[in-house]
C-alpha cells in the first residue's frame, strides 16, 4: 500500500500542477489577447458626474430632468468638444454632423420624454433595455399616447449619453430611477391606472418595482405589464464578468472593463458593452427570484397584477425558457399572458439551426394548469408564410385560432431579441421605412465581401432589427392598457 501511494501522489500532484500551469496560460493568453483590441476612444473613457445615481439630490422627477440636461452639457463639452466635426457621410456617433449624429433627429430619442394626454385614461412607464436609449420604444409611446395614455419614457441612468456611463452604474441606480418616474406618474391628475412598458433589461426593471413594491401600501399601484424580450434568465457565464473587470483593474488594463469594444455607428444604442453591464443583468434578474421566493412566502404574490410577455423563441441574448421557469412558472393566476413567436416554419431552416426548441417546450412542460394563457404566432400551415396566433387558454386547454393578415417577409427565418419593439417602417431600423431616415438607415443593410474585414461582427448582418408582426404587439398593448 505504500508503495502505491509512493507512485499515486506524485503522479496526482504532477498532474494537478500540470492543469494548474495550463488554466494560468490561457488565462494570461486571454487577458493579453483582450488588451490587444482596438483602443479606448474618449467615449469609453469618460467620466460623466451628473448621471443619476442613489445619491443624488433628486427628490423629484423635474430634478431628475434637469440634472439629466447637465449631464449633456457635460457630455458635450467632454466628448463632443473634443472629437470635433465629422467628415462627409462618416458614420460615427460622436461626431457632430455625421450619419449617426443623434442631433439628426428631432427630438434627440436619448433623453427622457413625457407626452402627456389632455384627458388621459391610463399612464404609462416606457423603460428601454442595456445598452439602449428611450428611442427603442418610440413608437409603442406615441401609439399609446394617440390612444389617450399620459406616456412617460425614461432614459435609464447609465445610458444616451457614452458607453462608458454603463461601466460604473449599478443595478440600484436603475431602480431608483424608475421608482421616482413610478411616483411622477402617480402625481399627475388626474387619477389614472399606471402601467410599466419594459423591454429587455427594462423588463426586468419593471418586474422587480412591482414585486419589491407589492407589499408597499404607500407605493403606487401599478395596474399591469407589458414586457418584450424580457431578461428575465441570463447565461450562468454574466454572474462571473465582473471579474474580467476587476482583474483589468487590478493590472492597469482599462480594456478588460469591456466584452466589446467597437465602432459607435448607432445614433441610440451604445456598440460598445462594458462588463459592468453584464453583470447588472445577472444582479437583476437574480433579485427578481429572491423577491419572488419572498412574496411566495408571505402569501402576497397573488396580488401581482396582469403581464402581458412577448418573446421570440430564438433569443441570443437573454434565455427564452427562464422567462417560463423563472417568471411564468411561478406565478399565481391572474389574468397573466405569454406570446411566443415561432421560427418561420416554410423557410425550412430547421435541419441547419444550431438552436433547439427543447429547452422552452420543456418549461411549458412543466407548466400549472391554471396560470397563464399561451399564445404562439406561426405559419397557419407548412406551405404558407402568412401567420395565425393559437391560444391556449391553461384553465380550460382550450385551443383557439385568429388569422393576423400578416406574413413572414421572404428571407426571414424567424425574430431575435432586438427585432421585437421597433415597426417595419421604422426609418433606422425597419425593413420598410415609411420616410427617409435623417441619417443612417440600418434595418436593411445588405452588404457582402470578405469576412474579417468590417469593424464590427458580421453577425449583425444576419440579425433582423425590426418585426414583422409588430402591428399584432401593438394592438394587443392598446388593448391591455385599456386604450381600444
Known amino acids: 500500500?505504500?508503495?502505491?501511494?509512493?507512485?499515486?501522489?506524485?503522479?496526482?500532484?504532477?498532474?494537478?500542477?500540470?492543469?494548474?500551469?495550463?488554466?494560468?496560460?490561457?488565462?494570461?493568453?486571454?487577458?493579453?489577447?483582450?488588451?490587444?483590441?482596438?483602443d479606448l476612444e474618449v467615449w469609453h473613457t469618460v467620466e460623466l458626474d451628473e448621471e443619476f445615481n442613489t445619491g443624488s439630490p433628486v427628490e423629484s422627477f423635474a430634478?431628475?430632468?434637469?440634472?439629466?440636461?447637465?449631464?449633456?452639457?457635460?457630455?458635450?463639452?467632454?466628448?463632443?468638444?473634443?472629437?470635433?466635426?465629422?467628415?462627409?457621410?462618416?458614420?460615427?456617433?460622436?461626431?457632430?454632423?455625421?450619419?449617426?449624429?443623434?442631433?439628426?433627429?428631432?427630438?434627440?430619442?436619448?433623453?427622457?420624454?413625457?407626452?402627456?394626454?389632455?384627458?388621459?385614461?391610463?399612464?404609462?412607464?416606457?423603460?428601454?433595455?442595456?445598452?439602449?436609449?428611450?428611442y427603442s420604444l418610440r413608437h409603442m409611446a406615441q401609439r399609446l399616447h394617440s390612444a389617450g395614455a399620459t406616456v412617460l419614457g425614461?432614459?435609464?441612468?447609465?445610458?444616451?449619453?457614452?458607453?462608458?456611463?454603463?461601466?460604473?452604474?449599478?443595478?440600484?441606480?436603475?431602480?431608483?430611477?424608475?421608482?421616482?418616474?413610478?411616483?411622477?406618474?402617480?402625481?399627475?391628475?388626474?387619477?389614472q391606472p399606471i402601467?410599466?412598458?419594459?423591454?429587455?433589461?427594462?423588463?426586468?426593471?419593471?418586474?422587480?418595482?412591482?414585486?419589491?413594491?407589492?407589499?408597499?401600501?404607500?407605493?403606487?399601484?401599478?395596474?399591469?405589464?407589458?414586457?418584450?424580450?424580457?431578461?428575465?434568465?441570463?447565461?450562468?457565464v454574466a454572474g462571473l464578468a465582473v471579474w474580467q473587470a476587476r482583474i483589468g483593474h487590478l493590472l492597469g488594463m482599462d480594456k478588460l472593463a469591456w466584452n466589446e469594444i467597437l465602432p459607435e455607428y448607432e445614433p441610440f444604442k451604445y456598440a460598445s458593452f462594458a462588463v459592468n453591464a453584464g453583470d447588472i443583468s445577472h444582479r437583476?434578474?437574480?433579485e427578481i427570484q429572491r423577491e419572488i421566493t419572498r412574496l411566495q412566502a408571505g402569501g402576497k404574490l397573488v396580488t401581482l397584477p396582469p403581464i402581458l410577455a412577448f418573446s421570440s423563441v430564438i433569443d441570443a441574448t437573454v434565455r427564452a425558457p427562464a422567462l417560463v421557469s423563472n417568471l411564468f412558472n411561478r406565478i399565481p393566476a391572474g389574468g397573466h399572458e405569454l406570446v411566443l413567436f415561432d421560427i418561420n416554419r416554410q423557410a425550412e431552416v430547421e435541419q441547419i439551426l444550431s438552436w433547439s426548441p427543447d429547452?422552452?417546450?420543456?418549461?411549458?412542460?412543466?407548466?400549472?394548469?391554471?396560470?397563464?394563457?399561451?399564445?404562439?404566432?406561426?405559419?397557419?400551415?407548412?406551405?404558407?408564410?402568412?401567420?395565425?396566433?393559437?391560444?391556449?387558454?391553461q384553465e380550460k386547454r382550450e385551443l383557439g385560432e385568429e388569422p393576423l393578415d400578416l406574413a413572414w417577409p421572404a428571407g426571414v427565418y424567424s425574430l431575435s431579441h432586438v427585432a421585437l419593439p421597433f415597426a417595419p417602417d421604422d426609418p433606422l431600423y425597419g425593413g420598410y421605412p415609411s420616410e427617409p431616415s435623417p441619417g443612417i438607415q440600418l434595418g436593411n443593410i445588405y452588404?457582402?465581401?470578405?469576412?474579417?474585414?468590417?469593424?464590427?461582427?458580421?453577425?449583425?448582418?444576419?440579425?433582423?432589427?425590426?418585426?414583422?408582426f409588430y402591428p399584432y404587439l401593438e394592438e394587443r398593448a392598446v388593448a391591455f392598457v385599456g386604450l381600444e
Open 447 to 468: 452588404i457582402r465581401g470578405e469576412r474579417g474585414a468590417l469593424g464590427f461582427s458580421e453577425a449583425y448582418l444576419v440579425r433582423l432589427r425590426w418585426n414583422p
Open 359 to 393: 429547452g422552452i417546450l420543456n418549461a411549458l412542460q412543466q407548466s400549472p394548469q391554471d396560470t397563464f394563457t399561451l399564445a404562439l404566432v406561426t405559419n397557419e400551415n407548412d406551405r404558407s408564410s402568412n401567420v395565425v396566433v393559437r391560444r391556449w387558454r
Open 63 to 134: 430634478d431628475y430632468l434637469a440634472l439629466e440636461e447637465r449631464l449633456f452639457a457635460q457630455l458635450d463639452a467632454q466628448v463632443y468638444a473634443h472629437t470635433g466635426a465629422a467628415r462627409e457621410h462618416e458614420i460615427n456617433r460622436y461626431r457632430r454632423g455625421g450619419l449617426a449624429d443623434p442631433k439628426r433627429w428631432a427630438p434627440d430619442w436619448n433623453r427622457s420624454y413625457l407626452f402627456e394626454a389632455q384627458r388621459p385614461r391610463a399612464k404609462v412607464l416606457l423603460l428601454h433595455g442595456l445598452s439602449d436609449s428611450p
Open 284 to 286: 437583476i434578474t437574480g
Open 154 to 191: 425614461l432614459r435609464i441612468p447609465g445610458h444616451g449619453t457614452a458607453p462608458s456611463g454603463l461601466v460604473k452604474v449599478r443595478w440600484q441606480d436603475m431602480a431608483a430611477a424608475v421608482q421616482l418616474a413610478v411616483q411622477h406618474l402617480a402625481s399627475i391628475s388626474p387619477p
Open 1 to 38: 500500500m505504500a508503495s502505491i501511494r509512493r507512485i499515486i501522489f506524485p503522479v496526482i500532484r504532477v498532474t494537478l500542477y500540470g492543469m494548474f500551469g495550463a488554466l494560468l496560460v490561457l488565462l494570461v493568453g486571454f487577458i493579453f489577447y483582450l488588451d490587444g483590441r482596438p
Open 195 to 236: 402601467y410599466i412598458v419594459g423591454y429587455s433589461n427594462g423588463a426586468a426593471l419593471g418586474v422587480y418595482h412591482v414585486l419589491a413594491t407589492l407589499d408597499d401600501p404607500s407605493a403606487p399601484r401599478v395596474a399591469g405589464l407589458i414586457l418584450l424580450s424580457p431578461e428575465i434568465g441570463v447565461t450562468p
